[in-house]
């Protein structure tokens, strides 16, 4: 935090009247046990003629330091970097090298004085900018761990660049990690590579992009591991069971894990995020499935899977909508095809899903379709997986008012074909068939293929995307609220 320290300066006068002048520096100290500040003091020569010495005084809305033994400049800028408007420690040390001239390339001197840029006067609050569920997205993925480094800030300004207007990025993955500051008695002590998430939105915002925060819900791997009374139970054992060996699978019905990823959900929410996207909101739908017991099955006998997930939805849907966030929800590709096998395992009713969110995204990777449709290769074959998957998707929700964004294939797996062409074939064919937006995935964010296409599709006004904008979107939503007010008092 900030503080102030007087440097007194004592003012010998000829009479023998001293003086006393107080010269207001900030002072700040990179030591977390809040040591005492540095004070630079006063000379006064024996000649009685004054001389204040006040080598450096901290402009408003920076710090001031002084080095100690062993400080680097990348030590300093990772103390303070939480207190700035800065998002990673290497644009704060860049910072600092421009404010401070002459600064060593690595170890500080000791008594140096640093002047630390950027400090903010309290800690961000980020609000949501509210968009309607048609708001045109346009996306790529990003992992927790990506979002907040460098390389991940570099993508998401390149892809603002050459005409995306939204990042999805995690906040919890199907491991389990969560990114974010977030207590919970489930959870404890976690890394969080996104430490400070309203400014990280913030950052999104001043971007003019939409931002959405996904929740890997019912894939846990840590939260089973650590609270095995959580996990799918095996009616031969009793104990947790897996998936292919796997402890991974939380139990979708299980109260306790259901209030945790709310909670989280609404954490994120109060963080500003524009959209809420849960993904692995379903049941393990490999392993064996006779010997997964469920809470559901004693708590609700008369209950099936599907039951199961549309009731949470219910409850999470009433719990995030009154904050003004979107929900959306991940759901199988394949579920289009609403073969009874899928329903029964995953649990993914998605007549019943539709009720309870703004967005549904299905993950219509063409390389997934495995021996669907009599291909061989479905990965070659874009314009038929994602047309029919479409074609399907609307028909299903057709009259619900949802809107279906897909889940495109930005990766190179089971096709020889991938390349920008393929990933504008994607694009066109899903917004022919009635996709609203899209969202790219690549596990490893590269992005280099989108890259590409974008600023071709971009050039072809409204023939691949409407392109949509958030600060347009915002305005339309505020002018129809205003007109409905008008109607309602007339």
């Not at 006779?290 to 599907?306: E, G, L, Y």
């Not at 061989?376 to 874009?382: I, L, R, S």
Request: hydrophobic share 40%; charged share 20%; glycine share 6%.
């Amino acid at each position: 935090m900030r503080r102030f320290a007087w440097v007194l300066a004592a003012v010998a006068c000829l009479t023998g009247v001293v003086v006393m002048h107080l010269i207001p520096v900030h002072v700040a100290s990179a030591a977390q046990n809040q040591e005492s500040a540095h004070l630079k003091t006063a000379s006064v020569p024996s000649s009685g003629t004054m001389s204040v010495e006040v080598t450096k005084v901290a402009p408003p809305g920076t710090a001031l330091y002084w080095a100690k033994r062993g400080d680097t400049v990348s030590s300093v800028a990772h103390h303070y970097l939480g207190q700035t408007s800065y998002l990673t420690s290497s644009e704060l040390t860049e910072a600092m090298r421009k404010t401070n001239a002459n600064l060593p390339t690595t170890f500080l001197r000791s008594g140096e004085t640093v002047i630390v840029p950027g400090i903010l006067d309290a800690p961000i609050v980020e609000k949501t900018v509210a968009v309607p569920r048609d708001f045109e997205v346009r996306a790529v993925y990003l992992t927790g761990l990506m979002a907040g480094s460098d390389h991940g800030i570099r993508i998401i300004r390149h892809w603002r660049e050459v005409g995306g207007n939204a990042v999805v990025f995690d906040i919890k993955d199907s491991d389990g990690t969560v990114n974010i500051p977030f207590e919970h008695p489930l959870l404890g002590k976690h890394h969080t590579p996104l430490a400070d998430l309203p400014k990280f939105v913030h950052f999104l915002h001043s971007q003019n992009m939409h931002a959405i925060a996904r929740v890997a819900i019912f894939r846990d791997e840590h939260l089973v591991v650590n609270h095995p009374e959580l996990a799918v139970k095996s009616h031969r054992t009793g104990e947790a069971w897996r998936e292919n060996g796997k402890l991974v699978w939380t139990d979708p019905s299980q109260p306790k894990v259901q209030e945790y990823d709310i909670a989280l959900a609404k954490k994120a929410a109060e963080s500003g995020v524009d959209e809420v996207q849960f993904d692995y909101v379903r049941f393990p739908a490999e392993g064996d499935q006779k010997d997964a017991n469920f809470v559901f099955q004693t708590a609700h006998p008369d209950w099936h899977r599907t039951d199961v997930i549309t009731d949470f939805l219910k409850h999470a849907y009433a719990e995030l909508h009154p904050t003004g966030v979107l929900l959306s929800l991940d759901v199988f590709g394949v579920m289009a095809w609403q073969r009874p096998v899928d329903l029964a395992h995953t649990g993914q009713d998605i007549v019943g899903m539709a009720q309870y969110c703004d967005v549904l995204s299905p993950m219509i990777y063409p390389s997934h379709f495995f021996g669907m449709d009599g291909y061989d290769h479905p990965g070659d074959a874009p314009e038929h997986f994602i047309g029919e998957s479409m074609d399907r998707f609307e028909l299903i929700t057709k009259g619900s008012g949802v809107v279906i964004r897909p889940w495109l294939q930005a990766f190179h797996w089971r096709t020889k074909t991938y390349s920008p062409k393929y990933i504008e074939t994607q694009v066109l064919v899903a917004k022919n068939r009635g996709g609203i937006g899209f969202l790219f995935w690549n596990a490893a964010n590269d992005y280099s293929k989108p890259f590409v296409a974008m600023p071709e599709m971009s050039a072809a006004k409204g023939q691949y995307f409407r392109g949509d904008e958030v600060g347009a979107a915002v305005h339309a939503l505020s002018a129809a609220a205003t007109e409905q007010k008008s109607t309602v008092r007339e």
